[in-house]
């Protein structure tokens, strides 16, 4: 699955974005996806994730009731909706695809084979 990230962009704190992801390849709505990101000087850190079907999503305690994770299977697109944006969020955000296909949410690197280029994200005060 190859993976290309868009709507990154400059906001104030309390903004929104969206965060689209479009992905190429034959198993892309069989497998679960994420979103991680990466604040300069910081490791990269999970965001959020969502199974295959959309039925299951997974957020990090940082954004949870903020961020909302979600998919078009037909489109093969991957979607990150950020509301209430803090510095805190300014981060190069990646999508990700999981490493096997099937059921399950995850939120360690090591469970996503294919990533994008990122996007950059940045929040003013």
């Known amino acids: 699955v190859e993976l290309v990230e868009s709507g990154g962009g400059l906001v104030q704190t309390g903004d929104s974005l969206r965060l689209s992801c479009a992905a190429s390849?034959?198993?892309?709505?069989?497998?679960?996806m994420g979103w991680f990101r990466q604040a300069p000087g910081k490791d990269r850190e999970f965001v959020a994730s969502?199974?295959?079907?959309?039925?299951?999503?997974h957020y990090s305690d940082s954004v949870k009731g903020r961020f909302t994770i979600s998919r078009d299977n037909p489109q093969k697109t991957v979607y990150l909706q950020m509301v209430s944006l803090l510095p805190d969020d300014t981060a190069v955000y990646y999508c990700?695809?999981?490493?096997?296909?099937?059921?399950?949410?995850?939120?360690?690197?090591?469970?996503?084979?294919?990533w994008g280029q990122g996007t950059q994200v940045t929040v003013s005060s």
């Open positions: 969502i199974s295959w079907n959309g039925g299951s999503t």
């Open positions: 990700a695809g999981a490493a096997r296909v099937g059921a399950g949410v995850f939120d360690a690197m090591s469970d996503f084979i294919s």
């Open positions: 390849g034959p198993t892309f709505s069989a497998r679960a």
